[in-house]
Protein backbone atom coordinates (compact mmCIF):
# COMPACT_ATOMS: atom_id res chain seq x y z
CA UNK A 1 0.00 0.00 0.00
CA UNK A 2 1.31 3.16 -1.46
CA UNK A 3 1.26 6.11 1.48
CA UNK A 4 0.95 9.83 -0.02
CA UNK A 5 -0.13 13.78 0.93
CA UNK A 6 -3.46 14.50 -0.60
CA UNK A 7 -3.28 18.42 -1.07
CA UNK A 8 -4.89 19.34 2.43
CA UNK A 9 -2.05 16.77 4.16
CA UNK A 10 0.85 18.84 1.98
CA UNK A 11 -0.96 22.06 3.64
CA UNK A 12 -1.19 20.36 7.09
CA UNK A 13 2.38 18.98 6.76
CA UNK A 14 3.80 21.81 5.35
CA UNK A 15 3.51 24.08 8.76
CA UNK A 16 6.29 23.91 11.06
CA UNK A 17 6.42 21.03 13.00
CA UNK A 18 6.98 21.20 16.90
CA UNK A 19 7.27 25.19 16.84
CA UNK A 20 4.97 26.49 19.44
CA UNK A 21 3.60 30.03 18.39
CA UNK A 22 0.78 32.23 20.40
CA UNK A 23 0.31 35.63 21.03
CA UNK A 24 -0.35 35.36 24.72
CA UNK A 25 2.13 32.89 25.65
CA UNK A 26 1.96 33.19 29.35
CA UNK A 27 -2.03 31.55 28.53
CA UNK A 28 -1.63 29.70 25.57
CA UNK A 29 0.67 28.12 22.50
CA UNK A 30 0.07 25.99 20.04
CA UNK A 31 2.19 23.55 17.78
CA UNK A 32 1.48 20.94 15.16
CA UNK A 33 2.40 17.55 15.81
CA UNK A 34 2.05 15.09 12.60
CA UNK A 35 0.66 17.56 10.94
CA UNK A 36 -2.32 18.05 13.49
CA UNK A 37 -2.82 21.13 16.39
CA UNK A 38 -1.72 20.33 20.00
CA UNK A 39 -2.46 23.31 22.27
CA UNK A 40 -0.74 24.19 25.79
CA UNK A 41 -3.07 26.21 27.84
CA UNK A 42 -4.12 27.02 31.35
CA UNK A 43 -6.59 24.69 33.11
CA UNK A 44 -8.90 26.63 35.45
CA UNK A 45 -6.44 26.18 38.78
CA UNK A 46 -3.41 27.80 36.83
CA UNK A 47 -1.96 24.77 35.41
CA UNK A 48 -0.98 23.97 32.16
CA UNK A 49 -2.76 21.66 29.99
CA UNK A 50 -1.97 19.79 26.48
CA UNK A 51 -4.63 18.99 23.93
CA UNK A 52 -4.45 17.14 21.16
CA UNK A 53 -6.75 15.23 18.87
CA UNK A 54 -9.33 15.41 21.14
CA UNK A 55 -7.45 14.01 24.55
CA UNK A 56 -6.27 16.10 27.11
CA UNK A 57 -3.02 15.64 29.93
CA UNK A 58 -2.55 18.35 32.53
CA UNK A 59 -1.57 19.25 35.65
CA UNK A 60 1.62 21.31 34.44
CA UNK A 61 3.48 23.84 36.71
CA UNK A 62 4.67 25.46 33.66
CA UNK A 63 3.84 26.10 30.19
CA UNK A 64 7.53 24.99 29.63
CA UNK A 65 6.51 21.93 31.73
CA UNK A 66 3.53 21.17 29.29
CA UNK A 67 5.63 21.77 26.28
CA UNK A 68 8.31 19.74 27.39
CA UNK A 69 5.93 16.44 27.84
CA UNK A 70 4.25 17.66 24.39
CA UNK A 71 6.50 15.06 21.80
CA UNK A 72 5.67 12.25 24.50
CA UNK A 73 2.16 12.99 24.92
CA UNK A 74 1.70 13.43 21.69
CA UNK A 75 3.14 10.01 20.69
CA UNK A 76 0.89 8.49 23.37
CA UNK A 77 -2.12 9.98 21.53
CA UNK A 78 -1.25 8.43 18.17
CA UNK A 79 -0.28 5.01 19.83
CA UNK A 80 -3.47 5.27 21.69
CA UNK A 81 -5.29 5.63 18.50
CA UNK A 82 -3.45 2.93 16.41
CA UNK A 83 -4.58 0.10 19.67
CA UNK A 84 -7.96 1.51 18.02
CA UNK A 85 -7.98 -0.45 14.77
CA UNK A 86 -8.69 -3.99 14.04
CA UNK A 87 -7.46 -6.01 11.73
Not at 36 to 56: N, P
Given at each position: MELALHGGGKVLMSAPQQKWHGDNPAVAQYARFAG?????????????????????TGGFPTIDAA?????????????????????
Open positions: QDMAAITDDAGAFDLLYLGFVKDAAPQFARRVLSHLSSLIDG
